[in-house]
C-alpha cells in the first residue's frame, strides 16, 4: 500500500529560513528550517495524512509498532551554518556503551549519557546544493602542519602544537585531539592565533576558520577543522559517513539517510557536552583521501548508492524526456519523496500521484515500485537488503 506522509521541519538555529522550502515548493515558516524527518523516529515522527489507511495511527512512531521498525530515517538538510563536530559509535561499541550506562543507573534523558540507545549511527548524505561543504575524517598530519604554518606559523603556540603532528599518523591525531579538547589554557593561545591569521589570509584553511569562529568564538573545534578534510560536494555526490568517522556539515542543502539512532558524540563547536575520553575511543584517527561515492546505475534513470551496512540505501529516480519510466525492486518498507515535478507510481496493487514537496511510504507488499508517468526527481528510502 501507499501511504501519504508529511512533517514539520525541525528549527535548528543552524538551519536556512528557505532552502527546504525552495526544494519542496513550501512556504517559508520564517523561522530555521534545518531538517525535516522522514520516518518513525519518536524525536519527529513523520505525520500520517489519512489514518484510516493505518487503522487510526496518526504517525509512523505509531504505525511502525504494528507494521515493523524502519531501520532508518530519511531527512532533507539544509544547514546555514556550521553543525558541530560529531562521531557515531559502531553497533558493538553502540551496545556496550549503552548497556554499560544503564548499570551505571544513568536515566534514559541523562545529560551524562552517551548512548540513548543500543543501535549505531552512520550516515548518508547526497548534496544538492552547488557546494555543499563539510568536514569528512582526518587528512595526513602533514597537510594539517603545512596548513597551520602557512597560517600562523610565526605565532610560538601555534608552532609548538603542530609539531606534535609529527610521528606515526594515527597516533600524532589522537595525541592531538586530546590536547585540543582536554581544556588546557595553551589552546585558547593556539584558537586565538589561528583565528587572527586567517583574517588576513586567502585559501579553503582560512574560509573554514573564518566560518567555524563567526559560529563558535573561541570553540577549540576551529583548530580542530584544520585536522580534518575540508570537502565540497557538487549535487548529485554523495558521502557515506561510516562509525568513527568525524565529520561535521559546514553549509548546503542535501538529503541525508541515516541509521534510526540517536547515538553522537560531539567533538567541539559546540556548548553541548564532550566527553574527551569516550569520543577519543571510538574516532577512527587512520587519515584518509575522501572520494564520494560511486552510485550503481541498475537502469536507465536510476541510481543507487549502497553502503556496507543493512540498514539503508538509498535510490534517485529520474524520469521525463529520454527515460519516460522506471522501476526498482522492493525488499522492504520504503520511503519516497518528490523533489521535483510530479510522477504516477504504480506497484503491484495500488497506484499514487506524487508531486514536488509529496512523499510517502511504500509497504513491502508493493513488491515493486515503478514510476509510470509524468517527469520528475525521486528519492527512495529502503532497508539494504
Not at 589554557?185 to 573564518?210: L, N, S, Y
Not at 524526456?321 to 507510481?345: F, Q, Y
Amino acid at each position: 500500500m501507499f501511504v501519504r506522509i508529511s512533517n514539520t521541519p525541525r528549527d535548528y538555529a543552524w538551519g536556512s529560513t528557505t532552502a527546504i522550502a525552495g526544494l519542496l515548493g513550501t512556504t517559508p515558516s520564517g523561522a530555521p528550517e534545518a531538517e525535516l524527518w522522514l520516518g518513525a523516529h519518536p524525536g519527529s515522527p513523520a505525520r500520517i495524512l489519512d489514518s484510516t489507511e493505518t487503522d487510526g495511527a496518526a504517525d509512523l512512531a505509531h504505525w511502525a509498532q504494528t507494521a515493523g521498525k524502519l531501520p532508518y530515517l530519511l531527512k532533507v538538510l539544509a544547514a546555514a551554518h556550521p553543525l558541530s563536530l560529531q562521531a557515531h559509535p559502531s553497533a558493538e561499541q553502540a551496545r556496550a556503551g549503552f548497556e554499560r550506562e544503564n548499570a551505571q543507573g544513568l536515566a534514559p534523558d541523562s545529560p551524562e549519557r552517551n548512548y540513548k540507545d543500543p543501535f549505531h549511527k552512520p550516515e548518508m548524505i547526497f548534496a544538492l546544493s552547488d557546494p555543499f561543504d563539510a568536514l569528512c575524517g582526518f587528512r595526513e598530519p602533514a597537510d594539517s602542519r603545512a596548513a597551520l604554518e602557512q597560517l600562523a606559523g610565526d605565532a610560538p603556540a601555534v608552532a609548538a602544537f603542530a609539531a606534535t603532528l609529527e610521528g606515526e599518523p594515527s597516533g600524532a591525531l589522537r595525541r592531538a585531539t586530546e590536547w585540543l579538547l582536554g581544556g588546557a589554557p595553551e589552546v585558547a593561545d593556539v584558537v586565538d592565533a589561528v583565528v587572527a591569521a586567517a583574517q588576513e589570509a586567502d585559501g579553503v584553511d582560512a574560509d573554514t576558520v573564518r566560518m567555524l569562529a563567526a559560529a563558535f568564538p573561541g570553540d577549540p573545534g576551529i583548530v580542530l577543522a584544520l585536522l580534518l578534510n575540508r570537502v565540497a560536494l557538487r549535487p548529485g555526490d554523495a558521502l557515506y559517513l561510516p562509525a568513527g568517522n568525524i565529520h561535521a556539515y559546514l553549509r548546503g542543502l542535501g538529503i541525508e539517510l541515516m541509521a534510526a539512532s540517536d547515538n553522537v558524540l560531539r567533538g567541539g563547536l559546540t556548548p553541548k557536552r564532550i566527553d574527551v575520553p569516550e569520543l577519543v575511543r571510538i574516532l577512527d584517527f587512520a587519515p584518509f583521501a575522501v572520494t564520494p561515492m560511486v552510485p550503481e546505475r541498475p537502469a536507465p534513470g536510476v541510481e543507487q548508492f549502497v553502503p556496507d551496512i543493512p540498514d539503508f540505501r538509498l535510490t534517485r529516480i529520474e524520469v521525463g524526456g529520454d527515460v519516460p519510466s522506471a522501476s526498482v525492486e522492493l525488499s522492504d518498507t520504503a520511503i519516497v519523496l518528490c523533489t521535483a515535478g510530479d510522477v504516477e507510481l504504480e506497484g503491484a496493487t495500488e497506484a499514487l500521484r506524487l508531486e514536488r514537496g509529496e512523499a510517502a511510504v511504500v509497504t513491502v507488499d508493493e513488491r515493486r515500485l515503478s514510476v509510470v508517468g509524468g517527469a520528475g526527481t525521486l528519492f527512495l528510502a529502503a532497508a539494504n537488503r
